[in-house]
């Protein structure tokens, strides 16, 4: 009896703690995956009705598949032969095509589908530009509901703003924050500044983020985010309403609470154990002083804990996303009419978090511009990173570097050279400068390599 208490107390309890962990955030995957804030007929939707057109591509194969539009050219990806985060909602009898979290918030990365992983192909600005093209067809066609000509010219001003060729991104895998920015200038009829600042950024990965928020949301840390409000500050670009969010706030209150159930990817190949043992002494000696520890628990699952917020002066990465967090757009964000979830907290200098390096070998290309195709080109001196590489399905296996961890450079042919899928450092917003500090000079070869294997073990 005893031993039979004895073996419950040691692998019983363990085997249940464990899958208590691995169940959150298997729910919480769960929950995301079904998440959007499509209400009373407003977010972030296409005109109504065209999502039939969607239908009838999909069933004849049109536009899908690996080398189809939907993949290559707007970066959603495909799961079980469905575009994911693509939701057709209905409203009034009319059936809406919704974008939900996941159409950013999950990607993929050597093969594997990841959620809460950011989308390395996402291109917002191109699906805006051809889904308002479409749209103008579409909304000239005659339509019955009474209803439909409201719903269309919203879905118009918000597809139509993604387009704007002045701040909307300008490579794949990149979304502008300026769009979720220039809400709060509408807001209080302002015009938005002259050379507003594009703010180009990857979409974050999301395990950890119930200690992240408590430094500040986004790649900035400026947005306060133990109150929950900039998950759906994108909504209110795309034309929700402040009484609405008022009614549904608490959907995403639940919502940016099980986002930290998240748990991060396993490293998918073969580790070096003994080499990764010897990386982590390198990892203490040059990163840990900013990214922090990164202990497990005793199932082995990561110790979430809060990253810090490192000035710009020190690490000097691209600073565009910084140069928006003007007085102006503090104040505004002051007296924004959902202050009472949507603040600032303004550090005493402007500069990005160093992020907590769970799951970072499916984090790439690194840094908030996305710009370091692999972690052993992070490891060195900025004129040394490639000048270009190819987004071209960034995450499948093919592309995946076991060895420099992360993108596999391609050659560019002609053609692509200026495209959208080809990551150009000379783009505004998109410089591969910063993060090289005096520890990296001294490095070794060996020091480099050991220190990568020790990264896939987080
Ligand atoms: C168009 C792509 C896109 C969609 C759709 C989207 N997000 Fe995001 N999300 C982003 C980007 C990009 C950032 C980072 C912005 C920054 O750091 O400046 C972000 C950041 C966040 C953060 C803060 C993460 C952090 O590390 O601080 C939360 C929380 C979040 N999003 C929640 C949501 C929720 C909830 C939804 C669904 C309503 C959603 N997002 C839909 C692109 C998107
Ligand atoms: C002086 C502080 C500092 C040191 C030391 C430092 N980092 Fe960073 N790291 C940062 C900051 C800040 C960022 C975010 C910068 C950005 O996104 O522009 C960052 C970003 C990163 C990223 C990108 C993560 C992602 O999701 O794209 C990786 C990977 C990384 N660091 C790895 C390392 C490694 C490995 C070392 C040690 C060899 C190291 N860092 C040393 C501050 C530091």
Sequence with gaps: MKIIILFFSLVGFNALAQSTRVQTHENAAAAFQKLNFFYKGRGMAISPDMIKLYDFMSNRGIGMGENGTIYQRWGLLFKENKAVGIFNEPYEGMEVGVLGCIACHSGKAAGEYIIGLGNKNIDVGQIGKDASLGMKVWGALPHKNPKFKELHARSMKFTKGLATKEFSNLTQGLVPTSLIRSWFYEQQGKTLPPNFPRGQVKVPHMWGYGEKRKTGSFWDGEGNGELGGWGIAVELYAGQTVQNVNEYFEKVHTAENYLGDLLPPKYPFKIDRMKAKRGQVVFEQTCMGCHGEHKRDENDDPIFNSPKHIPWRIVQTDKDRLNALTEELYQLIEINP?????????????????????????????????????????????????????????????????TKLGLTSEKISILEKNSRRTYDIKRPGQSNEGHYFDKFKTLTEAERYSLIEYLKTL
Aim: proline share 9%; glycine share 4%; net charge positive.
């Design 338 to 402: 959902l202050n009472n979830v949507i603040q600032a907290v303004r550090k005493p200098e402007v500069g990005y978090v160093a992020p907590k390096l769970w799951g970072v070998w499916s984090r790439f290309p690194y840094l908030h511009n996305a710009s370091v195709p692999t972690i052993y080109d992070l490891l060195l001196e900025p004129s040394l990173r490639p000048k270009s590489f190819s987004l071209k399905n960034a995450g499948e296996r093919e592309r995946f570097d076991e």
